[in-house]
Antibody
Framework: QVTLKESGPGILQPSQTLSLTCTFS??????????VGWIRQPSGKGLEWLAN???????YYNPSLKNRLTISKDTSNNQAFLKITNVDTADTATYYC??????????WGQGTLVTVSS | VQMTQSPSYLAASPGESVSISCKAS??????LAWYQEKPGKANKLLIH???TLQSGTPSRFSGSGSGTDFTLTIRSLESEDFAVYYC?????????FGSGTKLEIK
């Protein structure tokens, strides 16, 4: 059974760095073709893909967030991570991680709400 | 690739059929997925490759299209189908989603 669970700080202040963790089970990020992606959703709005990391440590980012994103993984502990630097109120959203294979997000976590506020 | 999804809101009754459109700003071959979003539940992949039902997706769901124009059709709506639906292209980075269609009970 594949499960994913996101964790984050809940609330942080503008200009801080947001650190998110995705803890998963039921698959391995060392398996050929496997990946984890991060997607966010501001309240009442649509989905925005942020980044993917693949089994071979290949990484892809959404250029709309320029150089603010860093994705990484800890294969041995079944975790993936996302950092977003210099956050502002526009980064307030629910952040999801999802298992991806071939670009499809077949399994999603329930999301973690992150609020950026001074 | 910009994904234009319509309508943004749809009201229908159980038993009816509905269709949701998703148009890509350039050809994405058949690299198009549909997802269902329901409160308190993890998002669910319904269809991939434009028309292939993901395991567990009821047969009343169908997808069609290729290139730039795609359609999700739900026949004989059941109460559990009232949700928000998103399309997503995975043909190229950055992956992009449509803006969503909220399907409500009439």
């Amino acid at each position: 059974q594949v499960t994913l669970k996101e964790s984050g700080p809940g609330i942080l202040q503008p200009s801080q760095t947001l650190s998110l963790t995705c803890t998963f089970s039921g698959f391995s990020l060392s398996t050929y073709g496997m990946g984890v992606g991060w997607i966010r959703q501001p309240s009442g709005k649509g989905l925005e893909w942020l980044a993917n990391i693949w089994w071979d440590d290949d990484k892809y980012y959404n250029p709309s967030l320029k150089n603010r994103l860093t994705i990484s993984k800890d294969t041995s502990n079944n975790q993936a991570f996302l950092k977003i630097t210099n956050v502002d109120t526009a980064d307030t959203a629910t952040y999801y991680c999802a298992r991806t294979y071939g670009g499809l997000f077949a399994y999603w976590g329930q999301g973690t709400l992150v609020t950026v506020s001074s | 690739v910009q994904m234009t999804q319509s309508p943004s809101y749809l009201a229908a009754s159980p038993g009816e059929s509905v269709s949701i459109s998703c148009k890509a700003s350039k050809s994405i071959s058949n690299n198009l997925a549909w997802y269902q979003e329901k409160p308190g539940k993890a998002n669910k992949l319904l269809i991939h490759s434009g028309s292939t039902l993901q395991s567990g997706t009821p047969s009343r769901f169908s997808g069609s299209g290729s290139g730039t124009d795609f359609t999700l059709t739900i026949r004989s709506l059941e109460s559990e189908d009232f949700a928000v639906y998103y399309c997503q292209q995975y043909n190229e980075y950055p992956f992009t989603f449509g803006s969503g269609t909220k399907l409500e009970i009439k």
